[in-house]
């Protein structure tokens, strides 16, 4: 027989709050994706996305300052791309991240395919082997069969992403409210720190050795943090670059700040 | 027109069809949600259990024994998630404090220092109670959701009920 307290509990639990509907959108969309890979249908894949691809690898390479080692981030113009369109592997590539109006969509030469999951950033590993993105307020690493490889709850959405080439440590940037924090977290998803309390929501970019990491601090200055040493170190010469669409990257060793044109679409190939 | 039931839902899901995994999203996602969030105590740890729980759920249906139902499967791979995730961070970062409800105004100060002392229970205990009151399981599905005999169940439910009452007494003289 229940007692009292029993059905007080009863009842308490009947007034619990309920999750958000964009969680649920969020959440149903990436459940789906999880769904039996292989059943699910293939989308047929279409020339002028393929022309789109080949398209991007030539602006990628046309900014090469920007390019750190191993990995191109390129943004398109400023006219969105649609954001379930097919994507196609450039020539060589490993694979295409592609994250247009929020949505993601990326293919590898693994076979991890995978189209239209809301996120709010996202990065591929070297290889191209996980995909790690900002889904809600985590930050997920998927793994070729389109399965989390594991999760850690952030205080807000990921805006930014960067994987170390050596795939050893991940860099993110979360929005936390009043703030933007900087995080490394280690590839298999442990050892999460906070490396700064209070930057800009720009991609942080690795130096080639991952040893180092370059960001945009909170007055616009690029800081170079050092892991081997646990410092920070102001970069001369790079701050206070007044532009609302930065990005930055290496270049012979020395981290490079660069202003872009404004875009709705982030793509990111690996090589 | 009868409505599908959830062991025809996970056949047609299993074989690819999305609208059949939508539609048993939308039965349980709500359950789920309020399961994780009565486990971890934070919103933001319940979107992404729960939304775990389901991926995992998803991935995992060619695994599933259909003869079985869907609902405590699913409760369970939320509240072992939810149990990992809060074991991690507490060993990283040590415990935070839970994100408590609003409670509807026909609710008084006594329901609300229930739902703390639910809060301060220690987490064994705490998703035990979750599941016993929060979404109806019998103890014999607690124990196989959480991989504990039946006795270690109601050994928990007990010492819960215990400490619960103990709070609220506590609460009540001062």
Request: hydrophobic residues 45%; proline residues 7%.
């Amino acid at each position: 027989m229940s007692s009292e307290l029993e059905r007080r509990l009863e009842g308490l639990f009947h007034e619990l709050p309920q999750p958000e509907p964009e969680v649920g959108e969020i959440a149903l969309a990436a459940s789906l994706a999880a769904l039996a890979p292989s059943a699910r249908p293939r989308r047929a894949l279409r020339a002028g996305v393929l022309a789109l691809a080949a398209a991007a690898v030539v602006l990628a390479i046309a900014a090469g300052s920007l390019a750190a080692a191993g990995a191109l981030h390129v943004s398109l113009g400023s006219k969105p791309m649609p954001a379930r369109a097919g994507l196609t592997l450039p020539k060589g590539a490993s694979g295409v991240a592609v994250v247009a109006n929020g949505r993601l969509s990326v293919v590898t030469r693994s076979g991890f395919r995978l189209q239209g999951l809301p996120v709010t950033a996202a990065a591929l590993s070297p290889h191209a082997l996980f995909v790690a993105a900002g889904i809600g307020r985590s930050l997920v690493a998927m793994a070729p069969n389109g399965r989390r490889a594991w999760s850690v709850p952030a205080a807000g959405p990921v805006v930014a992403i960067a994987w170390a080439p050596y795939g050893n440590r991940i860099a993110y940037v979360v929005n936390a409210g009043h703030r933007f924090v900087l995080h490394v977290i280690w590839g298999n998803g442990t050892n999460d720190a906070v490396i700064d309390r209070a930057v800009r929501a720009v991609r942080p970019a690795w130096r080639g050795d991952s040893l180092a990491l370059a960001y945009v601090g909170a007055g616009g200055r690029v800081v170079v943090y050092d892991l081997s040493h646990a410092t920070h170190r102001t970069v001369p010469g790079l701050g206070a670059m007044r532009c609302p669409h930065a990005a930055i990257g290496w270049a012979t060793g020395t981290p490079v700040l660069r202003c872009i044109r404004p875009s709705s679409v982030e793509r990111q190939v690996r090589r | 027109m009868r409505e599908p039931s959830d062991r025809d839902l996970v056949r047609r899901a299993r074989r690819g069809d999305r609208d059949a995994a939508a539609e048993l999203f939308r039965r349980y996602w709500r359950d789920a949600w309020r399961a994780a969030f009565a486990i971890t105590g934070r919103r933001a740890l319940a979107d992404d259990v729960a939304a775990d729980g389901f991926e995992r759920a998803f991935a995992a249906l060619g695994r599933f024994d259909d003869r079985r139902p869907f609902g405590p499967w699913l409760h369970r791979i939320v509240a072992n998630r939810a149990l990992d995730i809060l074991r991690t961070e507490r060993r990283l970062a040590g415990d935070e404090p839970p994100d408590l409800p609003d409670l509807s105004p026909e609710h008084g100060a006594g329901d609300r220092s229930l739902l703390t002392a639910v809060a301060d229970l220690p987490l064994e205990r705490r998703v035990a109670v979750v599941l016993r009151y929060g979404v109806g399981m019998t103890p014999k599905q607690i124990a196989e959701t959480l991989d504990v005999p039946v006795g270690t169940v109601n050994s928990r439910l007990a010492r819960a009920l215990e400490q619960l009452r103990e709070s609220l007494e506590v609460e009540h003289v001062e």
